[in-house]
């Protein structure tokens, strides 16, 4: 098995496919852990991970602390609320302090696209994006990626439609990246203003003219939240409005192949994004990325520690 040569992990972008396949294979193995009465191994026992997170975060942050736990790592929690960011400090400073305590990984949200690449310069320990603006979120993408192959028992060849803020969302550039490398077909759509210029540089894609075209005959279907505190209010009419043209109904999810799989990287705006027949439906795997978000995220933590799957 090929050794992860990473200290830090921050894009997919900045990942080949052989070590995606490695993080996915070590999550796949990291699960019997998860489905065990004590979810306990001493693998990172010893071992300092502090979250640092400047936004918001329910699925993420929760997660990364489960995950490090379940490793035996010590934890600590850090919010900007409660932090020395409201008396001014800089990123570098607070990063300088922390790396002070001897932290073995920082994971970090930041709404500043790319402030993991300036944190990574700063300190001698390793950085995990936990996402940082419209950049990645790398996690997510993982466990998108895990969560697609459970189902299918591969990625390559697959019809992923993405729908929606493609502008604003990392989610969705974590995705492309990771999908298109392992030989995933992707087709985006979404509102004009919300489709970014150049839209191509992010990865092999096929931009699509309406919702319905995109999800036609697709194995999968990613649908994103509306990123509302990124954006300004005239990028749609109005919630309605958006929910008629691309929100995802038990009308239009026929378009897409019988039994195509339903994703959301949460939180869902219910009856915006996506109906709640469709969330609660059959199809729907959203629950299932939640649940393996904690192996992912065990796995990055255990191998930008330097661990390797025997």
Do not use: W
């Not at 697609?148 to 060849?157: A, E, M, P």
């Amino acid at each position: 098995m090929a050794e992860f040569k990473h200290r830090n992990i921050i894009a997919l972008r900045d990942l080949t496919k052989e070590d995606i396949e490695l993080l996915l294979a070590t999550a796949e193995n990291m699960r019997e852990i998860n489905s065990r009465d004590i979810k306990k191994v001493p693998t990172l026992r010893g071992k300092t991970i502090i979250n640092l997170f400047y936004e918001a975060s329910t699925r993420t942050r929760t997660s990364f602390e489960i995950a490090a736990k379940r490793l035996s790592a010590d934890t600590v929690n850090i919010s900007p609320s409660t932090s020395s960011a409201t008396k001014g400090e800089t990123l570098a400073d607070t990063a300088l302090n922390l790396l002070a305590m001897k932290p073995d990984i920082i994971v970090m949200r930041h709404a500043v696209s790319g402030a993991h690449y300036h944190l990574a310069k700063k300190v001698t320990c390793s950085v995990v994006n936990a996402g940082d603006g419209a950049h990645e979120h790398p996690s997510q993408g993982l466990l998108d990626l895990l969560t697609i192959r459970d189902r299918f028992g591969r990625l390559d060849g697959l019809k992923v439609a993405i729908v929606g803020d493609i502008t604003h969302s990392r989610v969705a550039r974590s995705d492309i990246q990771g999908l298109t490398k392992m030989g995933s077909h992707i087709y985006l759509a979404g509102p004009p203003t919300m489709m970014p210029p150049a839209v191509e540089r992010l990865g092999s894609v096929t931009v699509c003219a309406t919702m319905r075209e995109a999800i036609q005959d697709a194995d999968v279907v990613v649908m994103l939240r509306i990123q509302q505190e990124r954006q300004g209010k005239t990028l749609m009419p109005n919630a309605r409005e958006y929910s008629r043209y691309f929100g995802l109904n038990p009308e239009n999810l026929k378009l897409a192949k019988p039994g195509a799989m339903v994703m959301h990287p949460g939180p869902i705006n219910r009856g915006v994004e996506m109906s709640s027949y469709v969330v609660n439906g059959n199809q729907s795997h959203v629950l299932k990325q939640v649940e393996n978000g904690v192996a992912v995220r065990m796995a990055m933590l255990y191998h930008v520690c330097g661990g390797e799957l025997e």
